[in-house]
């Protein structure tokens, strides 16, 4: 029932560094209206639609170095928006000669194609589409898996669901590379992992079509690894918004009888933000702590982290980028506090004083010794957040090699949490022991964000002392208290260093 595999001609095997330039020259793009003939010389494609995804199909396909055949119900009005290259006729016909043949149509018209059983027979059939979120739920049976029962003599794949129609029509430099395939057919998925690789892409074996419906739920996925962070930096953006709100605004209120309300929309976020952002950063560095201290407690690599802990590492990535999101929000915010009207009449009360008190000027060196300082420290900590934030992304990082990143993420990302603590300190001064801070005997914000960071730097520093740093080594180099592996470390105690850290 199974048919030879379609032979690629050596035009369509192109690495993927050839395929990131410009698909196909503009002369294959514009379409005269006619029906022309695909090359004869090329491997032969079938595709059976004619909406968005078929065309940009069609344009990668061509661009590749296939003949494409396109079947529509109506082929005189689709085919000038296909190329010019790509043949545009009825289904009977563009089923005919092509081995492998693309659906591109939604679920309710696979049935339509029942009168091409027949012709079908034996061919590879790929499945590209995708199910609705409403659609996902109610049927349980993968768009794949229906595919197949409908045309039992086929071999159905499952593959291009994951890839948009913009990728497939500016390629892979901007957009995923990836392609996830499954068949029950493991001659017809080397076919199609034959093709993808042809259009420049990486095809992902997923296995067989069971796998389908997993790879089909893919494309509803709404940043899955994104919602703990999110959540967590949402709850400490309402606990220190509300922190500050009572402390700022209410206290004076209720005390004084001052309406400072105005603070809401810039002084009291731009308070919030640093706050959220400092402990987020230690979030990040406090599971890696927590792990070694495990490792040293357990006396072995080779037991599982708490499952907490296991998630806690998983997601340290999105809370550091959220971090530096709300690091970055807060520099700007910064830059905007000069420019309320607020500031303004604060600048003219204060001058007013200054004349009445006959005071010719004021200048306080510790005031502006403090403030000098603790600006460049907060400059100085979002640049170093700024480099662990670029090469988080998938293009740098794939650019680095395992101890370049691991230097940045790890060495470089401690550095720029020891300089956000001393840009908090530096903000503190001798704020942290004036009786008038404690408002509602409430210590200040910033007094609170020194918590957990502190117990990162101390945690960090006890780990760095020879006793405990050499047996940390030991461990996650194989030693175990209890086990059967025991062996003492070389003299050279560099090589101990480049021991990868959790």
């Not at 409403?134 to 159905?156: D, G, I, K």
């Not at 739920?217 to 009572?246: D, E, H």
């Not at 998938?394 to 020891?418: H, Y």
């Given at each position: 029932m199974y048919k030879s595999a379609v032979r690629l001609s050596p035009q369509a095997t192109k690495t993927s560094g050839e395929m990131d330039k410009p698909l196909i020259s503009r002369r294959l793009v514009d379409s005269d209206g006619s029906l022309a003939e695909a090359p004869s010389e090329a491997p032969k494609v079938g595709i059976l639609g004619s909406g968005d995804f078929a065309r940009s199909l069609t344009t990668r396909l061509v661009g590749s170095g296939f003949g494409v055949v396109v079947g529509s119900r109506n082929p005189k009005r689709m085919a000038g928006l296909f190329p010019s290259a790509a043949q545009v006729t009825f289904q009977e016909e563009a089923v005919g000669s092509p081995e492998v043949i693309f659906v591109a149509m939604f679920r309710e018209h696979y049935s339509s194609l029942c009168s091409?059983?027949?012709?079908?027979?034996?061919?590879?059939?790929?499945?590209?589409?995708?199910?609705?979120?409403?659609?996902?739920?109610?049927?349980?049976?993968?768009?794949?898996?229906?595919?197949?029962?409908?045309?039992?003599?086929?071999?159905?794949?499952?593959?291009?669901?994951?890839?948009?129609?913009?990728?497939?029509?500016s390629g892979p430099r901007d957009g995923n590379r990836q392609v996830p395939i499954c068949s029950d057919q493991p001659e017809a998925k080397h076919t199609v992992?034959?093709?993808?690789?042809?259009?420049?892409?990486?095809?992902?074996?997923?296995?067989?079509?069971?796998?389908?419906?997993?790879?089909?739920?893919?494309?509803?996925?709404?940043?899955?690894?994104?919602?703990?962070?999110?959540?967590?930096?949402?709850?400490?953006?309402?606990?220190?918004?509300?922190?500050?709100?009572?402390?700022?605004?209410?206290?004076?209120?209720?005390?004084?009888?001052?309406?400072?309300?105005?603070k809401l929309p810039v002084s009291v976020v731009n308070t919030t933000l640093p706050c959220v952002a400092y402990v987020l950063l230690s979030l990040v560095y406090l599971p890696g702590v927590l792990a070694a201290a495990l490792q040293l407690r357990r006396g072995t690599k080779y037991r599982r982290f708490p499952d907490w802990l296991d998630h806690w590492l998983q997601h340290r990535k999105q809370i550091g980028l959220l971090s530096f999101f709300c690091a970055a929000l807060h520099a700007l915010y910064s830059f905007c506090l000069p420019l309320r009207r607020s500031h303004r009449y604060d600048l003219v009360n204060l001058a007013v004083k200054q004349v009445l008190a006959n005071k010719s000027h004021l200048w306080v060196e510790e005031e502006v010794w403090r403030m000098e300082i603790y600006v460049s420290l907060g400059v100085l900590a979002l640049g170093t957040?700024?480099?662990?934030?670029?090469?988080?992304?998938?293009?740098?990082?794939?650019?680095?090699?395992?101890?370049?990143?691991?230097?940045?993420?790890?060495?470089?990302?401690?550095?720029?949490?020891?300089?956000?603590?001393l840009h908090t300190l530096t903000y503190g001064w001798t704020r942290a022991f004036e009786e008038s801070r404690y408002k509602f005997y409430l210590p200040p914000t910033f007094t609170l964000t020194l918590l957990v960071p502190c117990v990162v730097i101390l945690a960090r520093g006890l780990f760095l002392l020879p006793c405990v740093s050499r047996r940390l080594s030991k461990i996650r180099r194989g030693w175990e208290k209890d086990g059967a592996i025991k062996f003492t470390l070389p003299m050279d105690h560099t090589l101990a260093q480049k021991t990868s850290h959790v």
């Open positions: 091409l059983s027949s012709q079908l027979a034996g061919k590879i059939l790929v499945d590209v589409s995708n199910p609705t979120e409403q659609e996902h739920l109610q049927h349980r049976e993968s768009n794949a898996e229906y595919l197949a029962s409908l045309f039992p003599t086929c071999s159905v794949v499952k593959a291009f669901n994951v890839i948009s129609a913009w990728t497939l029509q992992s034959e093709m993808v690789h042809a259009m420049g892409f990486t095809p992902v074996d997923m296995g067989s079509l069971v796998s389908a419906r997993e790879v089909e739920a893919m494309p509803l996925r709404l940043l899955p690894g994104w919602k703990v962070p999110a959540l967590l930096t949402l709850g400490l953006l309402v606990f220190f918004y509300a922190y500050n709100f009572v402390r700022d605004v209410l206290h004076p209120y209720l005390q004084e009888g001052k309406n400072k309300f105005y957040l700024s480099l662990l934030a670029v090469t988080s992304l998938p293009s740098i990082a794939n650019s680095l090699n395992w101890r370049e990143f691991s230097f940045v993420q790890s060495t470089l990302g401690f550095v720029a949490l020891v300089l956000s603590t």
